[in-house]
């Protein structure tokens, strides 16, 4: 495409390009949204609290469509920082959404505002977050929900490729199994993991179908930790891959919710694919590297 033709698509940013999320959502624009131009913003570009010149970068470009997946979201870190966790997720969350009040504003939020106490969630579910992080995306979702224009959408575990390596819940998994480790996975907390590849593809739908509000978009099977490393260490043949099996009742941190698992069929309605588990996506992947 020439740089006139380029210069007439309406501008997409995308918030959070260096991490999973955003940066599967860059990608994979020109197969799902070739209608926009695409905008990936990290912390090389500007800071995000930095309100001047957040304003003044949005000015400048004047975006059609702002997805919003930039986040603090180490729960350790958003414990141990609550004050700085509360500003980036849900502060420079609302300056963000204000600046795109006009305009369809898509954030990114999670199951854990739910507290796991039966799980299958749906979007009528009123959230009761345990921790820093969870209470954080919450009243950012309800800031971001006082726009009519505006969405917001819950997800769980993602796995894929990251441009850090580190991201993903694969990636992380495999990281420790090449220093040796067999990390201990919970076999009775649950969510619902989806891939990155499925996430991206679902939102650019979304965003076409120009649907507002709250919508669920997690994989299609409810799992525990445990077998959600089960199910990653089974496609690194050739490698010594193991989990350890544990239980909540012996965790000693932070609140953990037992159950987060969302239930899709709102989201499942208005895309033109079935959300995929996350074996079906892992094999899928391996099909096309194979």
């Known amino acids: ?66 997805i919003h997946c930039a986040a603090m979201s180490d729960p350790t870190s958003c414990e141990s920082e609550p004050d700085k966790a509360r500003f980036i997720n849900r502060e420079s969350t609302f300056f963000l959404s204000g600046l795109a009040q006009d305009i369809p504003f898509v954030f990114f939020s999670t199951d854990l505002v739910f507290n796991g106490n039966h799980g299958q969630y749906t979007e009528q579910d009123e959230p009761s977050p345990l921790t820093v992080y969870a209470r954080t995306k919450a009243e950012a979702e309800q800031l971001v929900l006082a726009n009519p224009l505006h969405t917001v959408v819950r997800t769980s575990l993602t796995a894929g490729t990251s441009p850090s390596g580190s991201r993903g819940i694969d990636e992380q998994l495999i990281n420790q199994w090449q220093k040796g480790n067999s990390p201990t996975l919970f076999t009775d907390e ?6 990155a590849d499925a996430t991206a593809r679902a939102i650019w739908e979304l965003v076409h179908a120009r649907r507002t509000g709250i919508y669920h978009l997690a994989g299609g099977e409810r799992m525990s930790r445990y077998e959600i490393g089960q199910a990653i260490a089974r496609t690194q043949s050739g490698s010594e891959c ?13 609140p953990r919710a037992a159950d987060t698992s969302l239930n899709c069929d709102k989201i499942q309605k208005v895309i033109s694919f079935q959300i995929p588990s996350l074996a079906q996506s892992l094999a899928q992947r391996e099909q096309q590297v194979a």
Request: hydrophobic fraction near 30%; aromatic fraction near 10%; charge should be negative.
């Open 1 to 66: 495409m020439n740089n006139d033709e380029s210069n007439r698509r309406p501008l997409a940013w995308v918030t959070g390009a260096s991490g999973l999320i955003g940066s599967h959502l860059v990608q994979s624009a020109e197969s799902y949204a070739p209608e926009w131009e695409i905008r990936g913003l990290s912390r090389k570009d500007f800071d995000l609290t930095d309100f001047p010149e957040t304003q003044r970068q949005f000015e400048q470009d004047n975006p059609g469509l702002v």
């Open 242 to 254: 193991s989990v350890t099996p544990g239980s909540l009742q012996d965790y000693q941190g932070p």
């Open 190 to 195: 649950f969510r619902c993991p989806i891939h």
